[in-house]
Nanobody
Framework: QVQLVESGGGLVQAGGSLRLSCAAS????????RGWFRQAPGKEREFVAA????????NYVDSVKGRFTISRDNAKNTVYLQMNSLKPEDTAVYYC????????????WGQGTQVTVSS
């Protein structure tokens, strides 16, 4: 089992920045990738960004490219999401996730952290 704990959410004005953190514990040695997803009220959960644990390659949803950066600290088993130039439409609960192999879904999830961007 893998446990994921997010932190760093909050309320920020449009144009501001936040950094989310996600610390992992448990059987993390087989981690293939870690990611961030978000779910806004009344909407489905959507992919935001992901990073391969080995090599560090990243990918992003188009709506956050150039504004958000995902990074990792292998020693701390932690992944970060730096969010700049935040917009009201970024308001959502942000979830950290992990997957243990190339194929298959993200199958470990954190409890989520609220990000609210005011206009």
């Amino acid at each position: 089992q893998v446990q994921l704990v997010e932190s760093g959410g909050g309320l920020v004005q449009a144009g501001g920045s936040l950094r989310l953190s996600c610390a992992a514990s448990g059987r993390t040695s087989s981690t293939y990738a870690r990611g961030w997803f978000r779910q806004a009220p009344g909407k489905e959960r959507e992919f935001v960004a992901a990073i391969r644990w080995s090599g560090g390659s990243t990918n992003y949803v188009d709506s956050v490219k150039g504004r958000f950066t995902i990074s990792r600290d292998n020693a701390k088993n932690t992944v970060y999401l730096q969010m700049n130039s935040l917009k009201p439409e970024d308001t959502a609960v942000y979830y950290c996730a992990a997957k243990m192999g190339l194929y298959g879904p993200f199958n470990y999830w954190g409890q989520g952290t609220q990000v609210t961007v005011s206009s």
